[in-house]
């Protein structure tokens, strides 16, 4: 695929106004480093804090909602309707609450991401096995108790995949925030030269996106491996064991 983005312009077969050779686009990137490193901090910043709230408060909700009878039957609808409208035309209504700055950027990705990471908790809470429940309600667990040391572990592949979709809608949300309203960012610089139809600046800003993304995935792949490792040398007594340890 790089020698195809390499020749393909070479050889004239594509404008290069629509697909830069990539060397040319690597040599934006190292040129232009410094402008580049300062947008990079800003959007890393905003999707740090989004992630926050999108991937941390996502599976605590999904956690708690999931886990209560009554709470599921109320909310989940509810979200899973606001899941079905495509948040990016409401971003106007956010930078009229809050603002161009960071602020409307943190708060529009944290809740494109935190939706699909509460939905695909609560779904994995629910095919949590129910005799742990019985063992954890015998041993007279709270409420607490069950969420941390009972749900939690059963449910970890669905909410590593919850989270990974979280992060990454909490990604795009940033960007594209970005590219609708903002003076610095990626984003932003994708739109600026966008504008001046300066490809190869725009392809290193996206390069830049891929990274961040393709990172992101790679840290969740690794996080994974781990768990699974732990879960394939015990077994389905993780659970047990959970529930041992929230009632000594």
């Known amino acids: 695929m790089l020698l195809i983005w390499e020749i ?6 594509v404008p290069s106004l629509f ?10 990137l190292v ?3 410094p402008i580049y ?3 990079m901090l800003v959007t890393l910043q905003e999707v740090g804090i989004a992630m926050i709230f999108a991937c941390g408060g996502g599976v605590l909700c999904g956690l708690a909602i999931g886990g209560a009878a009554s709470a599921r039957q109320i909310m989940l609808p509810m979200f899973s309707g606001l899941f079905a409208v495509p948040l990016v035309v409401l971003y106007p209504l956010f930078t009229a609450w809050f603002g161009i700055g960071s602020e409307s950027k943190i708060i529009f990705a944290s809740v494109y ?8 908790t609560a779904a994995g809470v629910q095919t949590v096995d129910r005799q742990f429940l019985i063992v954890a309600r015998s041993l007279g667990a709270t409420r607490m108790q069950k969420l941390w040391h009972v749900y939690l572990p059963a449910t970890l592949p669905t909410v590593l995949a919850a989270f990974r979709l979280g992060g990454a809608l909490a990604i795009v949300g940033v960007v594209v925030a970005e590219m609708l309203t903002s003076t610095a960012g990626i984003g ?13 600046r725009v392809y290193a800003a996206v390069v ?3 990274v961040l993304a393709i990172a992101f995935d790679g840290l969740v792949q690794v996080l994974e491996r781990r768990l699974g490792i732990a879960q394939q040398q015990s077994g389905r007594s993780v659970g047990k064991r959970s529930v041992a340890s929230a009632v000594a």
């Open 19 to 28: 697909l830069p050779p990539m060397t040319t686009t690597l040599q934006m």
């Open 208 to 210: 830049l996106v891929l």
């Open 188 to 200: 932003f610089l994708i739109s600026k030269y966008r504008t001046l139809l300066d490809s190869p």
């Open 37 to 39: 490193a300062r947008h």
């Open 31 to 33: 040129v232009e480093a």
């Open 113 to 120: 991401g935190f939706l699909p990471t509460l939905l695909g």
């Open 8 to 13: 393909l312009p070479r050889a004239g077969i």
